[in-house]
């Protein structure tokens, strides 16, 4: 397994390290912690400004090295037979970030909620989101507060689509400590009533029996790996449900997959993975499958 791991010295990006340790991640596996020296200077012109310049993109590398080799080590202590290496670039975090990930590609990719700026979930909307929406890869966004004491509760998404299932194997494959309690998901979605009158009751009462045993296979699936597992399905949208029933199970991660079986790219602000990642209060883990 192949890890990249955002890192930036925030209090958000400390708690996606602490994450980590509840993420299941396997014994083994190579793993990238990258700091981004932010390129963002003042305009060139005289030659005292040229020369703070260069101090400046020379402290901020510097820095940026620093944060990334002190979280290298940090992980490494959690995970001490990890194989792990540290990078600190330059330019724009999510393009840098982007970049890294499209040429190292990793298998996961860990990133906190928000970072250094004052704007709180502004940034995380520029940041977390962009990589949320571009990479390649799944990618896991980690928020504070949840305790590392406790078994761990995890609420699963499956709606029977490729990705749904996708899901299930990526749970089904962690390293869960005994305890782990895991509740999947599925939401038959409520229709407005235009779509009712086109859509015939029995047809309707077919999707919710669909749904029913994907949830109750994808619960039997994932004791077979030693997890407490229930499945249920949920009437509404999922965009909400996924999130309140994350909060009644006091969940520390919600597993879905970018894309479902419409098979449309999950790229719009109305998209479960989005909606789920922007309004969740846990952290989630936005599955994709390998490419």
Not at 99 to 126: C, E, N, Q, Y
Not at 194 to 210: D, F, G, H, M, T
Not at 217 to 237: H, K, M, P, Q, Y
């Amino acid at each position: 397994m192949k890890i990249l791991v955002a890192y930036d010295g925030s209090i958000s990006a400390d708690a996606a390290i602490e994450d980590m340790r509840r993420a299941a991640l396997l014994p083994e596996a190579e793993t990238m912690v990258l700091c981004v020296a932010d390129g963002k200077l003042a305009p060139r012109g005289y030659v005292a400004v040229e020369r703070h310049l260069e101090d400046t993109w020379i402290a901020k590398l510097e820095t940026a090295e620093t944060l990334a080799e002190t979280a290298s080590n940090r992980i490494q202590s959690y995970f001490p037979r990890w194989r792990l290496s540290c990078e600190a670039l330059w330019g724009s975090p999510a393009e840098v970030v982007l970049k890294t990930s499209s040429w190292w590609r990793p298998d996961l990719l860990i990133v906190g909620s928000h970072g250094r700026s004052r704007a709180g979930r502004v940034f995380m909307g520029s940041v977390s989101l962009e990589l949320v929406h571009k990479a390649r890869c799944s990618v896991r966004v980690a928020r504070i507060g949840k305790s590392v004491e406790g078994p761990i509760r995890l609420v699963i998404g499956n709606d029977g689509s490729t990705e749904g299932e996708a899901v299930l194997g990526e749970v089904a494959r962690r390293a869960w400590p005994p305890n782990t309690n895991a509740h999947v998901i599925s939401v038959f979605e409520t229709l407005s009533p235009s779509e009712l009158e086109r859509r015939p009751y029995a047809v309707a009462e077919q999707e919710r029996a669909r749904l029913q045993d994907v949830a109750e296979d994808s619960a039997t699936s994932l004791r077979r790996t030693g997890l407490i597992a229930t499945g249920t399905v949920i009437d509404g949208d999922p965009r909400l449900e996924l999130v309140r029933e994350a909060e009644r199970w006091n969940a520390d991660t919600i597993f879905v997959g970018a894309r479902g079986l419409r098979g449309i790219h999950r790229f719009l602000l109305g998209s479960v993975s989005t909606a789920v990642v922007t309004r969740a209060s846990c952290t989630v883990e936005v599955v994709r499958r390998a490419s």
